[in-house]
């Protein structure tokens, strides 16, 4: 049965309740690929919290990071992606802090699967990116 079936609006918000879900690990890991450096790229220099973000995308897409934690970063970066979230990202100076949030209990959640090296490449990642 399609997820559309069920009820499920891969738009809507996200339940943290549901990240383990295989089909909503999917549509995650669907959101984060389609939005994330777009996202990034546009906004970096505007958010305190793009260095934390890109390093939970590394820890994320590395194979030594376990498929749980994966999946909840995932959950975490698609809420960033996602245009619909409780404050919507247009509110001057309130409309990142509940992704700022998501970001920081996602990296509560992640723990030690977040390596220096995970840090590193996002920081020099960005810093690249400020050069272009």
């Known amino acids: 049965m399609p997820m559309a079936a069920k009820g499920f609006d891969p738009n809507g918000p996200l339940d943290p309740s549901r990240a383990l879900v295989p089909a909503v ?16 790229r546009k906004l970096a220099p505007r958010i305190p919290f793009a260095g934390d973000a890109v390093a939970l995308w590394f820890c994320a897409r590395d194979a030594a990071t376990p498929t749980g934690t994966k999946a909840m970063l995932m959950a975490a970066l698609a809420y ?19 992704d700022a949030a998501v970001i920081a209990a996602a990296i509560g959640i992640a723990g030690r699967a ?3 090296v995970h840090r590193e490449a996002a920081k020099a990642l960005l810093a690249r990116m400020a050069e272009d």
């Open 25 to 40: 690990v999917r549509v995650n890991t669907q959101t984060v690929r389609r939005g994330f450096w777009p996202k990034i």
């Open 80 to 98: 960033f992606v996602v245009p619909t979230d409780v404050l919507p990202d247009w509110f001057v100076g309130l409309g990142f802090t509940d």
């Open 114 to 116: 977040i390596k220096p």
